[in-house]
């Protein structure tokens, strides 16, 4: 196999199988002790920086062929009896850590409302109701009577829709293997708030599929659990003094139809401050009515809906009244 990028790290194993009347299926038997043997010192390396969860890591030793796909045969030793494999693995170190310690959010806190998931290419390896169960578990969106529920309009929360595509990436080169990829958009309320992309190696297209669809699924959670965390997102443009932040907050708070609370959520890169409305309305019905509010329309305050589903609110560069 090819050397790995910066972000992998070469894991040894060595597995042992008795000999066979079938030419090459005691090597076999070997080479797979090895890759589990070579997942096991991954872990235990990835262990030391975190707290592995007990269900993660039975996930993880269960997919153990798509964490140890990317393999060099290092050694191969034959006696009367047996045969010995030592086996270098390619060991995403980062992702196995983010995988080991991943914690779903509480599905008390889900904000979405199931709204459907559209497909293609995909059906070899994954189905809407998995799409939508996974997205449950993780507390994403809410549990409803059944995948097919529509979400009804209103006290309910915002509508969560998921496109998936699978696409098949060819021969990875000096190996055996093939490469799938799939890629899924998220949208809350027609608007386009997130996307994640999953790689996968296989002996076949449907194992490098199936392997794609459950990395890009992880980063998927993570971009939607920070959005449910978040509400819908207001960024503050512009000259603002903190009194200025908490008369936006409160007057949200207070004359917002829908609006549950308001918090500072986070301070960007760009070192503006970002509110985090919790609403049971949609983004397009929270922009108009905070559009409304007197404060907004005396202090002339413009408003645009942004890329990531959030609401941009620009000041002049004089202070408010």
């Known amino acids: 196999a090819h050397r790995q990028q ?7 194993g060595a597995g042992a ?8 299926e005691a090597l076999a038997l070997a080479s797979k002790e090895a890759r589990k043997a070579a997942l096991d010192a991954a872990i235990q390396a990835a262990s030391t920086d975190v707290n592995v969860r007990a269900e993660q890591l039975q996930q993880v030793n269960d997919d153990w062929a798509n964490w140890t796909g990317a393999y060099r045969v290092a050694s191969v030793d034959r006696t009367p009896t047996q045969v010995l494999a030592r086996i270098e693995v390619d060991v995403d170190i980062p992702r196995l850590k983010k995988v080991l310690a991943s914690s779903p959010v509480s599905g008390e806190h889900a904000t979405f409302v199931w709204g459907g998931v559209s497909m293609s290419g995909c ?5 809407p109701t998995q799409v939508y169960a996974t997205l449950v578990e993780a507390g994403v969106v809410g549990r409803a009577g059944s995948a097919e529920n529509s979400p009804i309009e209103g006290e309910r929360g915002r509508s969560l829709t998921v496109s998936l595509s699978c696409s098949d990436t060819g021969d990875v ?6 490469g799938g990829k799939a890629r899924f958009v998220a949208t809350v309320d027609d608007v386009q708030v997130a996307q994640a992309v999953g790689v996968g190696l296989g002996a076949s297209v449907t194992e490098a599929a199936a392997m794609a669809v459950r990395e890009g699924l992880d980063e998927l959670q993570m971009a939607l659990a920070r959005q449910g965390a978040a509400g819908i997102r207001l960024t503050l443009k512009g000259f603002w003094r903190s009194s200025d932040v908490e008369g936006m907050a409160r007057r949200i708070r207070d004359a917002v139809r829908g609006a549950q609370s308001v918090r500072v959520f986070e301070i960007n890169a760009d070192g503006e401050v970002v509110l985090g409305v919790e609403t049971s309305r949609s983004v397009r019905q929270t922009y108009d009515a905070i559009a409304e509010l007197d404060y907004v329309r005396s202090n002339g305050l413009e408003l645009r809906m942004n890329p990531d589903g959030g609401i941009d609110v620009q000041t002049r560069e004089t202070e408010l009244e």
């Open 123 to 127: 059906s070899a390896v994954t189905t």
């Open 173 to 178: 080169a000096f190996t055996y293997l093939r």
């Open 17 to 24: 199988a008795a000999h066979s009347e079938r030419r090459g």
């Open 6 to 12: 910066a972000q992998k790290a070469d894991a040894e």
